[in-house]
T-cell receptor, first 113, second 115 residues
Framework: DGGITQSPKYLFRKEGQNVTLSCEQN?????MYWYRQDPGQGLRLIYYSQIVNDFQKGDIAEGYSVSREKKESFPLTVTSAQKNPTAFYLC????????????FGPGTRLTVT | AQSVTQPDIHITVSEGASLELRCNYSYGATPYLFWYVQSPGQGLQLLLK??????LVQGIKGFEAEFKRSQSSFNLRKPSVHWSDAAEYFCAVAPFSGGYNKLIFGAGTRLAVHP
């Protein structure tokens, strides 16, 4: 079955450490996205990539970095510069083009103490 | 600024009752419109979407939504709620943003279903 996998489901880190969240898709989608979800705030876009080796900042990119070396993979690194990293992180993918349905992974809950 | 408003943070209904979740958007032109559902600790699943044409859109799980241009609204409805519908519902818009598939989400409405 095609879909998006995110690992791990739960992640715990100490403050000051960088951490990388995995996102893999086998839907053959060119576009991939990272969102952050906080209670009562909906989803906010961190980064997006429309094609391999290219990515753009979203609305809340500060303290985060990404890479897109393969079509299937779009890992997100939460750096120590992110002031409030504890959140639920969702990865999504879609075919290119405005209005295309985005397919979401199951999410990773990151807790930083 | 482009925005999506879901006025109801929490809604509780009895099983078998009808449901309407409200969504209003602020945008100059008619954007693409979506409703997603999220079970606790899970990703989002698309319920339905509106691009153009018939303003009443049918989705999965017995949901439907009606687009009203004059009110900038895209409300989600279900005639008879099941206990399994308890989840969080997000309205989203995809404005015409010069090429990339940007989604703007509302803050969500959490639905509880009483037996």
């Amino acid at each position: 079955d095609g879909g998006i996998t995110q690992s791990p489901k739960y992640l715990f880190r100490k403050e000051g450490q960088n951490v990388t969240l995995s996102c893999e898709q086998n839907l053959n989608h060119d576009a991939m996205y990272w969102y952050r979800q906080d209670p009562g705030q909906g989803l906010r876009l961190i980064y997006y990539s429309q094609i391999v080796n290219d990515f753009q900042k979203g609305d809340i990119a500060e303290g985060y970095s990404v890479s897109r070396e393969k079509k299937e993979s779009f890992p997100l690194t939460v750096t120590s510069a992110q002031k409030n990293p504890t959140a639920f992180y969702l990865c999504a993918s879609s075919v290119p083009g405005q209005g295309a349905e985005q397919y979401f992974g199951p999410g990773t809950r990151l807790t930083v103490t | 600024a482009q925005s999506v408003t879901q006025p109801d943070i929490h809604i509780t209904v009895s099983e078998g009752a009808s449901l309407e979740l409200r969504c209003n958007y602020s945008y100059g032109a008619t954007p693409y419109l979506f409703w997603y559902v999220q079970s606790p600790g899970q990703g989002l699943q698309l319920l339905l979407k509106y691009f153009s044409g018939d303003t009443l859109v049918q989705g999965i799980k017995g949901f439907e939504a009606e687009f009203k241009r004059s009110q900038s609204s895209f409300n989600l409805r279900k005639p008879s709620v099941h206990w399994s519908d308890a989840a969080e519902y997000f309205c989203a818009v995809a404005p015409f943003s010069g090429g990339y598939n940007k989604l703007i989400f509302g803050a969500g409405t959490r639905l509880a279903v009483h037996p």
